[in-house]
């Protein structure tokens, strides 16, 4: 069993930063592929980032490419997302997930690739 914890959503204007967090418990997490997903009112829940286990190969939405920066800290079990020039647009429950699949480049988009998914933070972007 794995659990995802998300933390470090909030209000924010536009033009600014803010660091998200994904701790995880329960599975060896330095092996396994974590990526981050969105879901703004009305929407379906889209991908925004991916990270694969220890060799630390990234993919990103267009939408995202060049202001947001995934990374992780596998001997704290923990995967950050860095958003800077922050949009209006970016507002959304942001969650993060943990696939038990091997990482594929152009594939880790796919919400089913995921099996385990946290209960999202949610950040606020004003104008």
């Known amino acids: 069993q794995v659990q995802l914890v998300e933390s470090g959503g909030g209000l924010v204007q536009a033009g600014g930063s803010l660091r998200l967090s994904c701790a995880a418990s329960?599975?060896?997490?330095?092996?396994?592929?974590i990526g981050w997903f969105r879901q703004a009112p009305g929407k379906e829940r889209e991908f925004v980032a991916a990270?694969?286990?220890?060799?630390?190969?990234?993919d990103y939405a267009n939408s995202v490419r060049g202001r947001f920066t995934i990374f992780r800290d596998n001997a704290e079990n923990t995967v950050f997302l860095q958003m800077n020039s922050l949009k209006p647009e970016d507002t959304a429950v942001y969650s993060c997930?943990?696939?038990?699949?091997?990482?594929?480049?152009?594939?880790?988009?796919?919400?089913?690739?995921?099996?385990?998914w946290g209960q999202g933070t949610r950040v606020t972007v004003s104008a």
């Open positions: 997930a943990l696939s038990p699949t091997r990482w594929a480049m152009g594939l880790m988009t796919s919400r089913s690739r995921y099996t385990y």
């Open positions: 329960g599975r060896t997490f330095s092996n396994y592929p």
């Open positions: 990270i694969s286990g220890s060799i630390g190969y990234t």
